[in-house]
Nanobody
Framework: QVRLAESGGGLVQPGGSLRLSCAAS????????MRWYRQAPGKERELVAG????????NYADSVKGRFTISRDNAKNTVYLQMNSLKSEDTAVYYC????????WGQGTQVTVSS
């Protein structure tokens, strides 16, 4: 059974940091590119960051470049999103996505940036 389990969300003040994790199971993680998306209230889901299957290539939305870092550990079947210098506009539900011969989604984790 395929599962993507996000964790690490929460409430943080502007300027703070959070590290999201997404633990994968039920498929060959090392053969899938991984992405983080987010969806804020009343807005469409948007791509935040992506990383290639081996981890050598990463890309980011312009809005998070220089603040967020995506990484993966194929030995642990886990992808991470390190988020620094958080802003109120980063508030959203963050979703993990696996993309390969199939596409899988996690349930999401809430990130709230507020003072």
């Amino acid at each position: 059974q395929v599962r993507l389990a996000e964790s690490g969300g929460g409430l943080v003040q502007p300027g703070g940091s959070l590290r999201l994790s997404c633990a994968a199971s039920g498929f060959t993680f090392s053969m899938y590119a991984m992405r983080w998306y987010r969806q804020a209230p009343g807005k469409e889901r948007e791509l935040v960051a992506g990383i290639s299957s081996a981890g050598g290539i990463a890309n980011y939305a312009d809005s998070v470049k220089g603040r967020f870092t995506i990484s993966r550990d194929n030995a642990k079947n886990t992808v991470y999103l390190q988020m620094n210098s958080l802003k109120s506009e980063d508030t959203a539900v963050y979703y993990c996505n696996a993309r390969g011969t199939a596409v899988f989604w996690g349930q999401g984790t809430q990130v709230t940036v507020s003072s």
